[in-house]
């Protein structure tokens, strides 16, 4: 099995763009896609990246997700920072059996 | 509309088993696998395994392995999860999610395990 490591927490102001990293401990995405999920205080989580770049409807183009070339790393950018984007994000793969393995979650402080 | 509605809050003793429901509707059942996800009070997310309704074919993860039981009844679109010899670290919200592109999320089931 592998591990998702994100940075615990990640502060920017309003307006502005911040990125969330994702980073495999051991093999590639490739045939794995990653999933980006949100989750508000005491509120379920909501999906806002699956498939590693898709956007459910609803879910504003301020949020896109991207793998980088390496695929053993993936990003949740969200740009225009509004103070509803405060919350965790939790990034989501699969391994070689099919195994869910989640990130440990990235705290978003909007300044 | 995709919905995902599970069961209600479930008060055990450490050692008991709990079985929770996630009753789906809005798509075709046997479409998408359902998994099942857990947090602990001021935690992340753990995934716990999954479930494909058409076939009832499951996948744990290695941690719930021994303890874990997920099965379906197609006939009531419903998929359930059963977690036996709880102790208290068990204790957290159980979330049912339909995979496959967008994921939907059911509302969770509060567990708590206490003496």
């Known amino acids: 099995n592998f591990l998702l490591t994100q940075p615990h927490s990640v502060s920017e102001s309003p307006r502005k763009t911040v990125t969330i990293s994702c980073t495999r401990s051991s093999g590639v995405f490739v045939n794995n896609y990653v999933q980006w999920f949100q989750q508000r205080p005491g509120s379920v989580p909501v999906t806002i990246i699956f498939e590693n770049d898709q956007r459910p409807s609803g879910v504003p183009d301020r949020f896109s997700g991207s793998i980088d070339s390496s695929s053993t790393s993936a990003s949740l950018t969200i740009s225009g920072l509004r103070s509803e984007d405060e919350a965790d994000y939790f990034c989501h793969s699969y391994d070689y059996n099919h195994e869910g393995v989640f990130g440990g979650g990235t705290k978003l402080t909007v300044l | 509309q995709v919905q995902l509605v599970q069961s209600g809050t479930e008060v055990k003793k450490p050692g008991a088993s709990v079985r929770v429901s996630c009753k789906a509707s809005?798509?075709?059942?046997?479409?998408?696998?359902i998994h099942w996800v857990r947090q602990a009070p001021g935690q992340g997310l753990e995934w716990m395994g999954w479930?494909?309704?058409?076939?009832?074919?499951?996948n744990y993860a290695r941690k719930f392995q021994v303890r874990v039981i997920m099965t379906r009844d197609t006939s009531i679109t419903t998929a359930f999860m059963e977690l036996s010899s709880l102790r208290s670290d068990d204790t957290a919200v159980y979330y049912c999610?339909?995979?496959?592109?967008?994921?939907?999320w059911g509302q969770g089931t509060l567990v708590t395990v206490s003496s």
């Open positions: 809005g798509y075709t059942f046997s479409a998408n696998y």
């Open positions: 479930i494909d309704p058409d076939s009832g074919n499951t």
């Open positions: 999610t339909r995979a496959g592109g967008d994921f939907y």
